[in-house]
């Protein structure tokens, strides 16, 4: 299985020509009018600043996982930090191993017992990655696992479309990032203001209603 140190490294050391194939093929409604030609326009102008970019060094290095969905030709790319991959395995070292369900128990069970299985699974807790530095992002380490089930382009390709989902300008990422903020910032002051308690001054001794939460 091949080592590499961090996803630069694994950037650095993929198949350029395979990794823009892989780009290409994300489903994606909205970007089914670009060419290859764009998508190697683009992932050429990344590559370019991943080179120019160095990773932030850390003492512990999280890690990158890419894996497929029960969704079809949907995949997921999450970061899990490195002292909750050390909690969890403190946690699993000392608790019962889960109940393995197999493939005759499956057939008896109903769509809300396997959730309710699969919700009963400890796994780390799972970070979205979209609005991470490119210097941290590649600083990471990419599971081995996600590149032996899936091979290492189509994994990088998933990682790069989080990287530029903004653009591949630190500029774009970054105004993206303060819209997004400001209308989350509004969303919870109108969230707020809906759900403060009010009372008139000409009934000072009116009950007030609870908070509506939705």
Sequence with gaps: MNQYADIKDAFLHCDVDKLIIEYYKIPDDECSKFTIECVSTEVHAAME??????????????????????????????????????EWKERLSKSEQPQEIGD??????????????????????????????????????????SIAWYGLEFCLARVLWEMVFFGVEPEKMKKAAERIKNSLDEAKKELENDSAPRSKTSQPNRARQSPVRS
Aim: contains cysteine; aromatic residues 10%; negative net charge.
């Design 49 to 86: 600043r991943i080179k120019q970019t160095q990773p932030e060094k850390a003492e512990k290095q999280n890690l990158l996982i890419v894996c497929k969905t029960f969704e079809e030709n949907e995949t997921d790319t999450f970061c899990v930090e490195a002292d909750d991959i050390a």
């Design 104 to 145: 005759e128990m499956l057939t008896f069970m109903d769509t809300d017992a396997i959730f309710d299985a699969a919700k009963a699974v400890d796994v780390p807790t799972k970070y979205a990655i979209e609005f991470c530095e490119w210097k941290d992002i590649l600083s990471w380490k990419l599971a081995e696992l």
